[in-house]
């Protein structure tokens, strides 16, 4: 009895060790899994939204940033071909190829120049066109569907083979159109100032505004071809709209213009923020800005270091488009109304 007693007491503090120890690592793996399993809706969309974004970003990782690097590198060198050696050699530079973009080269200055002129002009006229055929396009009105396809073709003949065959069949267009002695295409343009002048001949209008007008009609078609997309994100944000609002307006008297500037154009803010840096971004990467395609002219002219230059005038425009993109998009976050939701 005595001696059993003993091994009992004997054996009772490993038994409590063990037990402390599998108490332990029971808490411990709660709380592991507790981490790993969301238990709400959110931290499961967040995951989501990690999944999905993963793959990108590995490849910016493993794929761009590599192209990054040398393409900053090479703007700041100059590559030549040692003929005895029979290799290539890279010598550092410094910023002589950026301060030949800005002063050794004006062509470049005063094309990008034009560009951000451009851009003035179709960044508000793609934005407003979009926002004004979405809002045709969500209502109620027999083939709505049909019509919102329409808008959306030139998205689709925008891309890859298409483009180049439309591209071609406008410039053969171009080519056999008549021309008016100015250098100008009669099928590409649709007014001229002379009519706008005309047009605005009492109202006391500068040269500026005729000019911009002028512009904006005669790039017309670019516009409608370059506004599918953002028409489609307008009208996500026009659907999401809770139909209870637009009642409550209607109850209390409210017309549909008051309306639109009350409830609507605030709702969908956050969209046109969205419309405006997709646009942004859009028309400076587009293959017709007149910048992308002097600097592609200049990388693939032959001269000596004109590749290292092109490359220096590639990071000057990356800096001025992203100087661009921050400016607009503090600005505008200022105007932008998000809803509150409860917690």
Known sequence: MNNNAIDQNALAPNE????????????GWGKVTKLLRPNSLEKRKALQGIGFILPFIIGIL????????????????????????????????????????FFGDAQFVQTLIAGLKQLIIDIPAIVIFSLF?????????????????????????????????SNLAV??????????GSGTSASTEIINAVDIENLFANMKVGTEIVSYVVG??????????????????????LQSISPSIYE??????????????????????????????????????????VVMQYIDTHYSSGDIGAMEQATAMSWIYFIIVMLIIAAFAGIFSAFVFYQKRDS
């Not at 037990?19 to 808490?27: L, Q, Y």
């Not at 053969?172 to 008016?180: F, I, T, V």
């Not at 969209?271 to 405006?276: A, E, H, P, Q, T």
Request: charged share 15%; net charge negative.
């Open 16 to 27: 409590k060790a063990s037990s402390g120890t599998a108490a332990k690592f029971a808490a």
């Open 62 to 101: 493993f794929i761009y940033l590599p192209v990054i690097v040398n393409s900053i590198s090479y703007s700041f060198c100059t590559i030549t071909y040692d003929i005895k050696l029979r290799e290539e050699v890279i010598t550092f530079v410094g910023f002589e190829h950026y301060q030949y973009a």
């Open 133 to 165: 055929v979405a809002v045709v396009l969500n209502q109620k009105m027999l083939g709505r569907a049909a019509f919102r396809a329409i808008f959306f073709i030139p998205v689709i003949l925008s891309t890859g083979l298409l483009d180049d065959v």
């Open 171 to 180: 410039d053969n267009m171009e080519s056999g159109s008549m021309n008016d």
């Open 216 to 237: 904006l009609v005669n790039d017309i078609y670019n516009i409608v071809n370059r506004s599918g997309v953002q028409i489609l994100i307008f009208l996500a944000a």
């Open 248 to 289: 409550a307006c209607t109850i209390d008297g409210a017309t549909a213009w008051e309306t639109f500037w009350k409830i609507t154009l605030p709702m969908i803010s956050p969209m046109i923020l969205v419309n405006g840096l997709y646009t942004i971004i859009d028309s400076f990467t587009s293959a017709s800005n």
